[in-house]
């Protein structure tokens, strides 16, 4: 098993899936008129060790570097379980499920950290994908895809295109 290539972590997790993640949340927070309280909940992350005190809230930072997105896996399911514990009733399996994805994904990636693996680890890696996987729609609900942001905006040119035309026409 030597033989077999290591993945990049720094671009394929940390800048790629995590990244991604972080994004995912994001809108999910936005989505569920959450985002105040989980900048709140992040500035409050204590420095600890190695982990150095927040200065910006989460929407604050405009791009993440390899160390900064390693050092957030460390504590990004906490503050995502913190801030959605409290919900409505109705909105508690929605939001189980955005703690589970979360969970899920870190959890490979902490798996995909190990210097080296056998079978064991690998079919963790393999559960803890299949499990992410299992969650990630709760993500897209309420999002639109690329087709529909296309449209959208095609949408919007047209209109701003017309209203241009009809101020032309009326003035």
Known sequence: MSDLPKPDLLHTMQIGMLDHLQKWIFHF??????????????????????????????????QWNGKEMKEMSRYLLGVVTQFLRVGRPAQHPILNHAIECTWALLEFYMYARYKSHDDTTLSYM??????FHTFTDVFSLGRAGKKAKANANALGTELMKKRKVDEETNA
């Open 29 to 62: 927070m936005i989505m569920h008129e959450r985002l105040e309280k989980y900048n709140a909940i992040w500035l409050s992350v204590p420095a600890y060790l190695d982990l150095t005190p927040k200065i910006k809230s989460y929407e604050e930072v405009s």
């Open 126 to 131: 393999e559960d803890a994908w299949c499990h």
